[in-house]
Every structure is written in C-alpha cells, then in structure tokens.
C-alpha cells in the first residue's frame, strides 16, 4: 500500500490551494496514509490549514528559520530525509513545485514524474507531452520511492472536513549554505490569483498596448475575475510575465475563460485545456481559438469589449 507525502505550498501564512489538488491526486493512488509536511520558519498556521483538508492523516511540521522563504536547495534535503518512511512524494506542477521536485529527486537518486494528470496504478500514470498534444503513460519502478509533480489543472482541490494531526518532525539533514533568499518579486494585486481563479479574462496581442490593456482589467473586475495574457501580450510589455497563460506560463482550469484578440495558439491553449466554457472574441472568424470556444463573438473587441461591460451593469 502506498504512503504518500505531499510538500505544502504555502507564502506568508496561507496554504496555497495547488496543495490540496495534490491530495485529490494522492486519493485516487488508494493510499494507506496520505500526510502533508510544512516546512516555514514557524508552521503553526499553515499546519492548522493543512490539517483541514479532507483525507489527510497527518501533517508533519519543520520548523527552522532557514526554511523561512521556499529555497528548494535548503527544503529539499529536509523532505529527501522525511521521504524514508514514504512510498510516494508529491507537490504541485507549480514554480514551487518545479523547483523543489527535481531536487528530491536528485538527492533520492530517482527520475521525477512530471504533470500527473490521471493515476493507473500507484506507480502508473498519465502525463502530457509536447505542449498537450499526446498524453504518455508512464511507469515508474515500484521498488524505488516516487517523486511527482502533480498538474493542478487536472485534479479538484479536496476539500474541508479534516482534522489531521500535527506533528512537528526533527531532520538533521545539512542545509547547503551556498544559496541564499535575496528578496521576492511579485504583482500585487486585488484581484483573484490566476491560477486559482473561478474566471479569468485574458488579452492578447491585439490590445496593442499596455494603456489599451486596462479594458481587460475592467472586464475581469466587473466579473469577479483574474486577469491572464498571451505571451505575445507578455512580450510586447503590455502586462508583466506573472500573467502568461500556456506552456510556459501558467497553466489554469477556471470554470470560465475569456480570450479577448488571443489567435489560440497551441502553446497558448495547453494552458486552458482544462477550463470549463470558453469564450473567445476576435475579428478574425478563422482564429483557431473558435476551434476550442464553446462561445465565439466576431468582431472588434473595442467595440465588444466596452458593450459588453455596459450590458453586465
Ligand atoms: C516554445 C514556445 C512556448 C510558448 N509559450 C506560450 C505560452 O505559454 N503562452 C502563449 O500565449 N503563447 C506561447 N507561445 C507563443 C505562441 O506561439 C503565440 O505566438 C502567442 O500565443 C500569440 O499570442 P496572441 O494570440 O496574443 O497573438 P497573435 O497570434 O498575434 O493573435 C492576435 C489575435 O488577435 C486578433 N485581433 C487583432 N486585432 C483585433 C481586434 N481589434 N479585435 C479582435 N481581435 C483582434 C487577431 O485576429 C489574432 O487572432 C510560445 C511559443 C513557443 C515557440
């Protein structure tokens, strides 16, 4: 039977909701124990939230100041040393998680699975490749410990109802010295986060500008919903990186997505493959993008945009 161990992804005090997707995927293993460590200079308050979500057994506590900010150098001999007592040891497909992962990995001795998107068996699973296009089944050797990142995008995060209990956990593993936290830098905004975002609505090159950019962000704040960008948009300077959607941006499955002079290129779709309804506004009626679009307006989106913000009131 399988022993799972899933790595928190938490930033100032709140888990990170990729967290409990990674505990939606562990389920579907038929694990014996699924448990959650958090490492962090003082854990207390994002163990209480991980010891809440549904079908955890037990969430493990390191608390150390060097595990203050998310240096997957400094985790990963800490988790390396936890994992002995695990079958399997996940953490999300996020810039965390692709981060730390491959560090575990390394120090295991054991190839990563990357993007797990369906379970076969508990060491069988299924994963994209080239951009989304074919999905691969992999399978990894039973007798070795299992270091996975698992796709977000693919697994509903579980949720509440759970009291797990906290424990803290003592490593004696040695922190490498030679990497050192300079600072974070972030967007800051009010909006709902990206990746966890029940709607999104993304611009694209077509907005011409970052000045033009800010009907997007109108129609996002009058829906309740995050902002996203083509990497065109990304690289013209319109909006900063962080808000990339697609193969190397992020990936995201809002309920609603809303691709404003976005053509769908395949990269850019890998990102929303597992959105609920699409809808896409272009001029161009021929836009791949009305290929995947369960709603599709033609036209200018200086015109459709602001009509459309008129009509939600
Ligand atoms: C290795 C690699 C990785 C990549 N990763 C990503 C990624 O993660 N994410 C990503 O998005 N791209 C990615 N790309 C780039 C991708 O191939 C496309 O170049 C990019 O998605 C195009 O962005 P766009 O749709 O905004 O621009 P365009 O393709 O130029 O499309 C603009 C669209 O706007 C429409 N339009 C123009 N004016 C108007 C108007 N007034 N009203 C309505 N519609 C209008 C046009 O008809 C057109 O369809 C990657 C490429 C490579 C090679």
């Keep these: 039977m399988s022993k799972v161990l899933i790595v928190a992804e938490h930033l100032d005090g709140k888990l990170n909701p990729s967290t409990a997707r ?57 988790v390396a040393q936890l994992a002995s007592g695990y079958t399997h ?11 730390l992962m491959p560090c575990i990995a390394a120090l295991l001795g054991v190839a990563q699975v990357s993007d797990i998107m369906a379970v076969d068996g508990a060491h069988a699973f299924k994963r994209p490749i080239y951009a989304g296009n074919a999905i691969i ?34 490593v004696s593993a040695t922190l490498p010295t030679h990497t ?45 919903a995050g902002v996203g960008a083509s990497r065109a948009a990304v690289d013209a300077g319109y909006v900063p990186s962080d808000l990339q959607v697609g193969q190397t941006g992020k990936i995201i499955s809002p309920e ?13 779709l890998t990102g929303i493959k597992d959105a609920g309804t699409i809808v896409a506004i272009n001029k161009d009626g021929d836009a791949p993008i009305f290929e995947i679009a369960d709603f599709g307006l033609v036209g200018d989106l200086f015109q459709i945009v602001p009509e459309l913000e008129k009509a939600l009131g």
């Design 256 to 268: 609603l997505y809303i691709a404003i002079g976005i053509s769908g290129a395949i990269q850019h």
């Design 89 to 99: 040891v996940l953490g999300p497909s996020t810039t965390f998680g692709k981060d």
């Design 137 to 170: 089944s992999v399978t990894a050797p039973a007798d070795k410990t299992l270091v996975a990142t698992v796709r977000t995008a693919s697994w509903p995060a579980a949720g509440d109802g759970g009291s797990a209990g906290i424990e803290s956990a003592s």
């Design 22 to 78: 990674c505990v939606t995927c562990a389920k579907s293993f038929d694990a014996e124990s699924i448990d959650i460590v958090v490492l962090c200079a003082a854990p207390d308050a994002v163990a209480a939230q991980a010891a809440q979500i549904a079908g955890v057994n037990k969430v493990l506590t390191v608390a150390n100041a060097a595990n203050a900010h998310a240096l997957a150098q400094v985790w990963a001999p800490q």
């Design 180 to 224: 050192r936290f300079v600072g974070l830098k972030q967007g800051k905004s009010d909006r709902p986060d990206l990746q966890s975002a029940s709607k999104v609505v993304s611009g694209g090159r077509a907005l011409g500008s970052s000045e033009a950019f800010s009907i997007i962000y109108s129609l996002a704040d009058k829906l309740g």
